[in-house]
């Protein structure tokens, strides 16, 4: 008689400060088990991080499944690459935007199909000052929002959140100095805000360059240096889209590694998180990460 397939071994870790974190994700569990795969759920345990648990448990598993959204992804990609193993997404956080970018559907337990049916793809990830990311990290408007919007306002609103916080933001944001230091030259440029993209989807419905994909090998660089906040209601459309690099008050470029520095530090907001401050050293991490997506 022909052997069995050995069962792949799955280490399930969910974030239950995800916005749907603390829902049931049997159906999702069940999906993968009869698809051949043996899954254990974990939970970090006292100052362990989601990075070290995943270091710690990844000699006995196959592939890593992990249940939150971006901000789960952002803290436990040191851990991912360290580990090297493929990785599952159950989108379970308030945007889900690295699931929008490389086609993982919103539905848990249609995610958790894709896990057992789908195929492996090389993914980028972005570095700022040796943090990883997946999607865009910002300094100024963005950051200023990721600090006030709680993870209450987040669970009870959703993406609706972000608008309402962005809205009472907006009306008392004032333009910074930076300074860009990319390849070969430096420019001196007067913001609202900067970001770095490596995949296309951010901040719950933005898109950082209506081309970029998360495996193109490319930095998405943008800067909103508008004079008042009223016209980013004018750049709303096209910041949806992508398409604001088109208009005259837009920095844009593409670029591999790029260094932002400011008069006094200020936050860098990486995937929804507070991570470091500038100067910020930005590079890509390319085929960074093996991740289950849709089939072409």
Known sequence: MPKSKPSRRALLIVNPKARRGTG???????????????????RASGN????????RRAPDFDLVVLGGGDGTLNIAAAGLVDAGLPLGVLPLGTANDFARTVGIPPD???????????????????EVNGHLFFNVASIGFSAELAADLTQ?????????????????????SQLFSAYLDHDGTTEKIRTM?????????????????????ADDGMLDFYSLEVD?????LALLPSLRKGTHGRWDDVRAFRTTEVTIRTSKPR???TDGELITTTPAHFRIRPQALQVFTPKS
């Open 48 to 55: 362990e991080t989601l990075s070290d648990l995943i270091r």
């Open 152 to 172: 209450q306002a987040k669970k009870r609103w959703g993406k609706l959140g972000y608008a309402i916080v962005a809205a009472r933001l907006l009306a008392r």
């Open 193 to 213: 805000q900067v970001s770095v993209g490596n995949g296309r989807h951010y901040g719950g419905g933005m898109t950082v360059e209506e081309s970029a994909t």
């Open 108 to 126: 848990p337990v249609k995610a958790a199909s894709l896990i057992v049916i789908g195929a492996l793809s090389p993914i980028d990830l972005g």
């Open 24 to 42: 049931s994700i049997a159906a999702a569990v069940n999906v993968m088990s009869r698809g051949g795969m043996t899954v254990i759920e974990e």
């Open 228 to 232: 008042h906040w009223w016209r980013l």
């Open 267 to 269: 936050p860098v907001n």
